[in-house]
């Protein structure tokens, strides 16, 4: 029976003949020597992980100014930050965007401009009070001018993450990356062998302030993140680090196209392996940690899982859909998982780092609960015209005209004998035809490809797809292709209008 | 060889023998299609890069993929500059060509 201490690893660290390997180092070494032997071997198992980390961000404060102003609004090169917290302290989150360059450029392009050493734009605002007279205030800081400059990051390191897949028709922009059609590609994110939290599943070691890895420098955990959920695997960490410390190799902004920012954290946590059961845990596998492929296409918070697969799989670079061969993509990058573990082992070995146990556990049980909503949400059929227009498609473009003017309703919904929607027709097709002096039937004028929505789909994610594809109505149709109704830009602005 | 055909337009992408093209290109060229060299390959800035492989499951051409290093490796002359990639990368360090 292995009972190893932490003050014993320690004095080893100091003494330069700690022994220390990576997490994949690991699952050799227990499958060559056994749990036992290995424990006794082995004193330290390093992870990493370098990936797509949207709950981040950076605590800053600026010193005071003269004359004082206690920050109301600040903006750090034209992205928000929050400084409701006294003076001159300053959150800056890395997925709020820019008011002025759009989603290329947000919270987490400054954090990396700063610690690239970059110059800093810097404009706020204030009401202005007796102590702190001062109501507008703009300057130019580097990081070195802060006073503090430490990354909080509210959720980090996630044990697990679900996979992505479209099974829609067309390519999907999210922070999943794109996501092609008609299953066209899984994508996933997760260092797999190497993820902290997935080599310590009972958090016996990553608990409140174990000492870490993270962007290049040494930081803390300093509590479970939000939305941990231990008792579905999906734990998450919140972890500190000093800005000035780190070094851009290991923290990156990045954009997701049609998405938004994020901030690429690099992370690293030594596992002290003090017990057999510790040595267990770290020679977990890519094959061993399973996740969901979930499906995209439905806009909802639940979103259908298509089907179970394994790190191994996933990192193959091809998993089966229905018998498909459907190319993965990770978004996280695991060769520099495998630089931080690496370099955390070198540090460990050099006695430049040393392990700690965490002063209070995480939580081992427990599940995330969805968002209290207290107004219903709308659907569809309750905000949808139901008085419609239809027309056959075999009628002519004068007919078509006719009702367009006689109902003065813009939108005619094209349908077939059987009564099912096959087009759309609207004065603007009406006007182009004219214009090409074409006064055939209404099939051979009207928009095919029609876009529509189902009467108890929720109104955003109709008001989304008018939005996305810049069409001002859709018909409401069921299973069997029935116009039951049409929904336009203005029934969703009236509703909004009445929020509001 | 890649082609989009329907009834009122056709996309075709070919990888044809330099000695070749000429002809090729004349032959195409005599029945009223556009010819024309996709020589704006995709270029990966390296430093941007992050060897995530994000790039590998959009392309249509398999351009990219990992080495046995989990680098990620860029075949620029299977290339047919569809843009996907560039949209895909979250770093932005992929730009086609000038």
Known sequence: MVRKSIHEINRKIEDGDVNVVTAEEMVGIVEDFGVEGAAKEVDVVTTGTFGAMCSSGLMLNLGHSESPIKIQKVWFNNVEAYSGIAAVDAYLGATQISDTRGIQYGGAHVIEDLLREKEINVHATSYGTDCYPRKVLDTTITLEDLNEAVLINPRNAYQNYAAATNSSKRILNTYMGELLPNFGNVTYSGAGVLSPLSNDPDYETIGIGTRIFIGGAQGYVIGNGTQHSPSTGFGTLMVKGNLKEMNPDYLRAASFTGYGTTLYMGIGIPIPILNEKLAAATAVRDEDIITKILDYAVGSRDKPSIRQVNYSELRSGMVQIDGKDVPTSSLSSFKNARKIASELKDWLKCGEFFVTMPVERLPRKGLVKPMKQTQAVPLVKDVMSDFIVTIKKNQTVQDAAKKIWENSFNHLAVISDSGELVGILTAWDISKAVAENCFDSVESVMTKKVLTCAPNEPVDIAARRLDRYGVSAMPVINTQRRVLGIITSDNISKLFARRY | ?98
């Open chain 2, 1 to 98: 060889m890649v082609a989009n055909i329907d009834s009122t337009y056709g996309e075709l992408i070919a990888d044809v023998n330099d000695f070749r093209f000429d002809r090729i290109k004349n032959a195409l060229e005599s029945r009223g299609a556009i010819v024309s060299i996709l020589d704006r390959p995709i270029h990966r800035d390296d430093e941007e890069c992050v060897e995530c492989g994000a790039c590998i499951s959009v392309c249509p051409m398999n351009v990219y993929g990992f080495d046995v290093g989990w680098n990620v490796q860029v075949d620029e002359k299977k290339c047919i500059q569809c843009g996907m990639c560039i949209r895909m990368c979250p770093h932005g360090a992929l730009k086609l060509g000038e």
